[in-house]
């Protein structure tokens, strides 16, 4: 054999090792691109007592509802702000929804934050710093442990009332109230005090907030932007401006009540709370030993695109989202048993939406099969927002 020849030889040797050694990792990256992400953790506050995901599912199961008459205790001028008639400027014709209880409460000191901040400090940073650390507790894994990690937090929100109490506070507040209410601080305050080191967005999407946060944080940790994820989203109205600006819309249930795909829904009823997942790759959860309560398979998003209105919602548009999201999560319509559905309660919005699930589910679903069971959970505690 030629000295050429074996030179040849071994060049091809090394280049198909290289090739094994490549399609194995491609393999290895597609892989991860789509493993299943597991919930290792959950944490809530909503009203009604409700502070526990124990206590959320009891609300459910016994089908309470925690809808109650405005409160008292944040500065609002009730007897003025109610009026029946919905073009009444200033005024709304509902005069209950879905409130947290003492959302002023919050031990500044052991998060490390000095009383003045704090007091500017809308209340939202607040329960979001609380229910983080309830967060982690739930999932077993000490905060301190976290510290520098690439840990992620992804945020949804629907903005940021409390700003507009900036005005009529007190001047050594001056300096404070910009931090303290800017949307941007809700993800990066709970990164600096835990001192996570990942990725942390603040996401304003509307109503689809805090699933569109979910959605980006699971596709961070299938490529490893983060090794953990915090995931959810806050509302908290601490002024009333929700409630008048959509009474001029027509779009409130007078008694606060969702009725969600209900032949006698009347409009949306207005509430609060937090929610938080606390997310990681399956194979992770499973190496770390972590508590593993669901697996997310596949998320999509989208927009509508053009309808008969900024804020009306396309069937067709939905239907092709969630026949995106069940191929891509190698699902069809026989495996799905129970959908958590929108269900704002509004004449509008509840329509179209049973028509894009019909369209996804009804045609492609095997006639002998059980019924799909739709629900929303605004029938128990509000349209959270």
Known sequence: MSVDHEKTLRYLKRVTNELQVTREQVRSLEGQLHEPIAVVGMACHFPGGIDSPEDLWETVVNGRSVISDFPTNRGWDLDALYHPDPDHPGTTYARAGGFLEDIAE????????????????????????????ELLENAGIPPDSLRGSSTGVYMGTTGQDYSFLSASGPEELEGYWGIGSAGSVLSGRVAYTFAFEGPALTIDTACSSSLVATHLATQALQRGDCTLAIAGGITLMT????????????????????????????????????????????????????????????????????????????????????????????????????????????????????????????????????????SSLKSNIGHTQ
């Open 239 to 374: 002024t009333p401006k929700t409630f008048t600006e959509f009474s001029r819309q027509r779009a409130l249930s007078p008694d606060g009540h969702c009725r969600s795909y209900d032949q006698n829904a009347n409009g949306t009823g207005w509430s609060e709370g937090i929610a938080l997942l606390l997310l990681e790759t399956q194979t992770h959860a499973q190496q770390n030993n972590h508590p593993i309560h669901a697996l997310i398979r596949a998320t999509h998003t989208n927009q509508d695109g053009h309808s008969n209105g900024l804020t009306a919602p396309n069937a067709p548009a939905q239907t092709r989202l969630i026949t995106h999201t069940l191929n891509k999560a190698h699902l069809t319509p026989n495996d799905i048993d129970a959908i958590e559905g929108h269900g704002t309660a509004t004449t509008l919005g509840d329509p179209i939406e049973i028509d894009a699930l019909t369209h996804a589910y009804a045609q492609h679903r095997t006639p002998t099969k059980p019924p799909i069971h739709l």
């Open 106 to 133: 919050f031990d500044a000191d052991f998060f490390g934050i000095g009383r003045t901040e704090a007091l500017a400090m809308d209340p939202q940073q607040r329960l979001l710093l609380q229910t983080t650390w």
